[in-house]
């Protein structure tokens, strides 16, 4: 067989059949269905529950901040709470800072 009649061969053999482009898109569908379903959600209502303890919070609860600092409560403003971290020493954080000492 030379060269000329292997290209005429491979020319006129049909070429290979592909998937439906549907099975792709359902493959797609599923796979951000099932990131969504085991990362996205349980972080959401992770970050829901930690923001309704940190709403709960009041003067004289226990508190740990994000840099590791426990403290009392001592005043809560709209945007950050005063902390007592030992006696006469007290230091303004952001709400978005502090977590609960059970936390």
């Known amino acids: 067989m030379n060269l000329q009649s ?3 061969l491979q020319a006129t ?3 290979a059949k592909t998937g439906s482009p549907w099975i792709s898109i359902g493959m ?3 796979l951000v269905l099932v990131f969504w379903l085991f990362f996205i959600r ?3 209502k992770k970050q829901k529950e930690v923001q309704k303890q940190r709403d709960a919070l009041a003067v004289g609860d226990n508190v740990l901040t994000a840099g590791g600092i ?3 409560i001592r005043e809560v403003s709209d945007s950050y709470f005063l902390i007592e971290i ?5 230091i ?3 709400k978005t ?3 609960p000492a059970n936390y």
């Open 13 to 15: 053999q049909a070429p």
């Open 6 to 8: 292997l290209f005429l």
């Open 86 to 90: 030992d006696k006469n020493v007290h």
């Open 42 to 44: 349980p972080q959401s």
């Open 70 to 72: 426990r403290g009392t």
């Open 28 to 30: 797609m569908v599923l």
């Open 97 to 99: 800072s502090v977590y």
């Open 92 to 94: 303004r954080i952001e």
